[in-house]
């Protein structure tokens, strides 16, 4: 029985040769590695092999679906070294010629073999939107093309990338070595015999994603959002991966990295209507995929539409023929609350009612007076999820113009509360709560006409430094 993972460590010579044929799904993330990033694999490269003559460099770990003796891959983790390292051997092999230079060109190429029938393919594959652009330039080594090329005519920010990480390789070899073949040469021979990866294979990819999950892999750190992309994608038919990659990396890309990871939390909210116990990642398969009939649903129906309310919540800019600075105002309040447990409902609401302005505005009026209740009388954490799980309850059941949710009004207690509250010494509450307050009450008294810059939340910009002295008459 042979084993399900199974980990070597190997040169480079061994990882761009033969025994290994990486392929990138097409539903992975795109490569993302910039200069920070390149710089300093080049840089710790190249002092390690300056100041250590004999010790081996161990550049991390790679996760492959790979079955035995057999040396097509699947790259699960590792793109952005293979694709890096790739990058600084073809550059090396185009500051050199006649033999050496194809000799550095089989690590990067397999050259093929006519009397066996072998074609010559690339070691590394991209995914198939990156590959034609990365084989022309880069792996044929074209770098005076690849340089020539408009960076904004470019169709990604994975090719953006590959320009600029070539552009910055090159110009560091010449730094380095200069013209000097033979120092050039040592330096490839450091890297394809003392330079280590260690690369841990598994014959499917449910094992692969479990070692995938629990390790680190060098420069950008791994979000739950990427391994949830890997399960998803990778469960769809081969023929809809790009497809549904395509409208995954639209989402990523219009909300931004950390703030689609806070979208997977709040779906996971509205779905929980709990606080979290597990990881993220966790809750999110056993509260959300598991209820979802497919993977194509789970994207369709929940990701994109919560993905667009999150954007117009977050940036206060949803659209409509009536009622939309009204409901903008609204959501520039809330984004002053000091915690982000009103997003949930937010978005709940907005993918079901974005297009009904007039009860839009009931909903977010009343929202922010919910929301502003919880945050002056100081609710904690858990009181909030409580009540706030409720509401998405509610908004879950029948609701609509004519019929508007209640959830979200306040309760008798709750409007005693914040009696109390305001009645009370608000001088003494905590800076951001005493804050929210005037700026909210200075609203009122100005009719909406004043504004204050999200940043500015200090008594001066409400209060005038010096009260004039009324005397009576």
Known sequence: MSKKISGAEYPLAKIFS???????????????????????????????????????????SIVLIKQEAEPQAQVIDGQQRLTTLTILLAAIASKISGELRSTVLQYIQEPGNPLEGLEPKPRLSLRPRDQAFFGKYVQQLDFEGLESLDQTSLDNEAQQNIQVNSRLLLRRLEIRFGEGSESLKQFASFLLQRCYLVAVS???QKSAFRVFSVMNNR?????????????????LPEAEQADYTDRWEAMEAKVGRAGFNDLFAYTRMIFAKSKAKKTLLEEFRDQV??????????????????????????????????????????LRWLNRIDNSDWVPPAILFLSRFRHEPEYALWFFQRLERLAAYMHICARNINQRIERYAELLAALEGE?????????????????????????????????????????RLDSFLSDGAASYEPSILTIEHVLPPQVKQVTAG
């Not at 194509?296 to 939309?324: G, M, W």
Request: with cysteine.
């Open 18 to 60: 033969a025994e290994f044929q990486y392929e990138i799904p097409a539903y992975q993330r795109p490569y993302a590695w910039t200069d920070d990033e390149t710089l300093e694999l080049f840089d710790d490269l190249y002092e390690f092999h300056r100041t250590e003559a004999e010790d081996d460099y161990f550049l991390g």
């Open 289 to 330: 995929q598991s209820q979802m009939s497919s993977p194509s649903k789970l994207i369709e129906d929940v990701l994109e539409p919560y993905s667009e309310a999150q954007f117009i919540t977050r940036h206060c800019n949803y659209s409509a023929e009536s009622n939309a600075e009204g409901v903008n105002t609204y």
């Open 202 to 204: 598994t014959p499917n």
């Open 219 to 235: 420069g950008l750190d791994l979000q739950p959002t990427d391994i949830v992309k890997a399960q998803i994608i990778g469960q």
């Open 399 to 439: 609701h609509g113009p004519r019929n508007p949710v209640q959830a979200v009004e306040l309760t008798d207690y709750e409007k005693a509360s914040m009696r109390w509250a305001l009645n009370g010494e608000i001088y003494r509450l905590t800076a951001r709560r005493r804050n929210y307050l005037l700026l």
